[in-house]
Structure formats: C-alpha cells, structure tokens
C-alpha cells in the first residue's frame, strides 16, 4: 500500500491537476509523507515544493480517503489517497519536478491517475467538478 496526501484545490468547477516531467498522466498535487510526518505537515511540504505556495494551516480540512491500483505498480500494489482542501498563500506555479499546472474538468477524467478518476467521480456526484 502506498500511502499519499493530496489537496483538492477546486475553482468554477475544476480541479487544479499537476504533471510530473516525463509523465503524461495528471495527478492531484501532494505525495508521499515523511517519516513523523504528520498528514498537515506532508500536505504543507508537498504542496510548497510542487507548486511554490504556503498552505494555510488552519484552513485544512479532511475530504476524503480513496484506494484504487497505483500507477507504474505491479498489479495488486494500491495507493491510498487521503485529501484535504485547503486555503494557500502565494501564486501558483509548477515547482520541482512539476512540469505542468492545469485545471481539469470532469471531462478530462482519462487523463488521471486510477485514484485520481474515483477522485473526479465523487466530485462529479458532489456537483463539485464539471
């Protein structure tokens, strides 16, 4: 099991989506925690190094958990998504190995990850993501 952290940032009905460099599949910003690291902090480190803002601290809340089959894994391996939204400081823009910022609509739920498309389905249901 993978387990990962991810901010659902949504506006007008879209969700703001990454693409790592050498990769053609979008994802959710955030990634894999640090050893101690609680999912806040994982949250705030990842979304600073990926896409150069500060997450507000007090403004995190829980959105939900999703499993489905990791990406690039052998079948059988999961990822865990555990999201939250968020309010940030700063201007957005791809960082580190973030080659690409998008906003994506539900439309353009084949060009996400696994976990990402269940992501997109109960967003959809939620009439969050058009």
Do not use: N
Not at 25 to 51: F, N, Q
Not at 77 to 88: E, F
């Amino acid at each position: 099991m993978i387990d990962k952290i991810a901010w659902l940032h949504l506006v007008d009905g879209r969700i703001l989506s990454t693409r790592s460099r050498g990769k053609d599949v979008y994802y959710l910003p955030g990634g894999k925690r640090e050893p101690g690291e609680s999912d806040a902090e994982t949250l705030a480190r990842e979304i600073r190094e990926e896409l150069d803002v500060t997450i507000a601290p007090g403004s995190i809340a829980a959105a939900g958990t999703f499993e489905a089959q990791a990406d690039g894994h052998a079948a059988g391996t999961l990822v865990r998504m555990t999201c939250y939204t968020a309010g940030y400081r700063g201007a957005l823009k791809a960082s580190s190995e973030i080659e690409e910022v998008a906003w994506l609509g539900y439309a353009d739920r084949g060009r996400v990850s696994a976990v990402d498309q269940l992501i997109f389905d109960h967003l959809h249901e939620a009439g969050l993501l058009r």
